[in-house]
């Protein structure tokens, strides 16, 4: 399985797609930054050939209807997939072998962090330190998770953020980069993303309380890896990071009245951290701006970061994937690797 990679010429079947149609799958695509990367990418090129691929599909029927009003003869497809579950991603990626000859884009955005608690102690500590602006910018010390186990006996955070999307990854091989043609990775990952929260003797994070951050981490060194790997057989992989962004998951931590009332104080902060985006639409600004881009020209280690300015302009900066430790993406893709085989 390791060395599988290129398609094999008989998987290239039933391919309901022109030749010179994009095909984007997007994960988690029924709200908040992925629901706008949609919106976007179709206002961006109205031949796409998109496909939702969402765990619950009410929300996904929606998510359509809603993207189907303001572009009315878009071609998107959806896809049930739970992407915290093993056998949903095997059944998931079936099914997108059969539907479709090959994906320009894998936009693995689907993410979670349950039950996630401020330490209001920190923060008003940090409101008068030095570091204040890192603080608002990585929520460095502020913030711990209580993870679970899912029924496939994996940390669920680890598998929804991080393995199901390098299983789905694996499973869909035969449909990236077909007859020599680049297809492209995008990891929605987060400015939370810490070294330390992560350690390869813990893959999964079972022992910690930053379960989101560790995983984060895990995506970028896993994207890294991807790179080292996939980049001369024309497979690209980027990570992104949205900032601060008001969606379902921000509404788990503080509920959307509290955000509403201190939305001005978060304007203002805006105008010393830019990476207050605060709209799904701002966002997703370095997903749309990594589709445009021409993959050769782009930095493999880079972490693409949609910032905002206080005016409300937005932009791309990027900037170094923090790597101290230059064995780590090689140790985790193996790792990964192990994992998808042993299941
Ligand atoms: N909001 C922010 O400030 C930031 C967000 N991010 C990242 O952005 C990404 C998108 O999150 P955001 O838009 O903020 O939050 P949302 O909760 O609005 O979006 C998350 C999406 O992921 C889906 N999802 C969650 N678990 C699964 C699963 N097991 N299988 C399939 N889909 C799943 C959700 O589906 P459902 O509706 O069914 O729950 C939803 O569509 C995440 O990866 C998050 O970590 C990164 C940095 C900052
Ligand atoms: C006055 C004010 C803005 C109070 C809010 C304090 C905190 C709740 C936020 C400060 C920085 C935020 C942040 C996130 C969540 C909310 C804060 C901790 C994220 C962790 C959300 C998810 C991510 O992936 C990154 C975000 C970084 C910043």
Not at 271 to 287: C, K, M, R, V
């Amino acid at each position: 399985r390791i060395g599988r990679w290129a398609a094999p010429v008989e998987s290239l079947h039933n391919c309901p797609c022109p030749d010179m149609e994009k095909v984007v799958l997007v994960t988690g695509a029924n709200s908040g930054i992925g629901l706008a990367l949609c919106e976007r990418l179709l206002t961006e090129d109205s031949q796409l050939l998109l496909c939702l691929a969402c765990r619950n599909m009410k929300r996904a029927e929606d998510a359509r209807s809603a993207l189907l009003t303001s572009h009315i003869n878009a071609h998107i497809d959806l896809l049930h997939l739970d992407v915290g579950s093993v056998q949903s991603v095997l059944t998931a990626a079936q099914e997108v072998k059969a539907r479709y000859n090959r994906i320009d884009f894998l936009y693995l955005n689907a993410g979670i962090m349950p039950n996630p608690q401020v330490d209001v102690k920190a923060l008003f500590k940090g409101l008068f330190s030095r570091n204040v602006i890192n603080m608002f910018a990585t929520a460095e010390g502020l913030l711990t998770q209580q993870d679970r186990l899912n029924s496939d006996g994996l940390q669920e955070v680890f598998a929804t953020n991080l393995f199901g999307h390098f299983l789905l990854i694996r499973e869909l091989e035969p449909l990236l980069c077909p007859g020599g043609q680049t297809s492209r990775i995008v990891w929605t990952s987060s400015s939370n993303a810490r070294r330390s929260a992560f350690s390869i003797e813990d893959i999964q994070h079972r022992n910690g309380t930053e379960p989101y951050s560790s995983s984060k981490y895990a995506s970028d060194m896993l994207s890294l890896a991807l790179n080292r790997h996939k980049n001369s057989q024309g497979l690209f992989s980027s990570v992104i990071c949205p900032g601060l962004v008001m969606t379902n998951l921000t509404y788990g931590i503080l509920p959307s009245f509290f955000w509403t009332l201190i939305m001005p104080i978060m304007w203002l902060i805006r105008i010393f951290t830019n990476t207050f985006t605060l709209t799904p639409y701002n966002g997703a600004e370095a997903l749309h701006w990594l589709f445009v881009q021409n993959p050769e020209s782009l930095d493999p280690r880079a972490k693409y970061h949609s910032l905002t300015s206080g005016l409300g302009k937005n932009y791309t900066q990027s900037r170094q994937v923090s790597n101290q430790r230059p064995l780590l993406p090689q140790t985790l893709y193996c790792s990964s690797l192990l994992y998808v085989n042993l299941r």
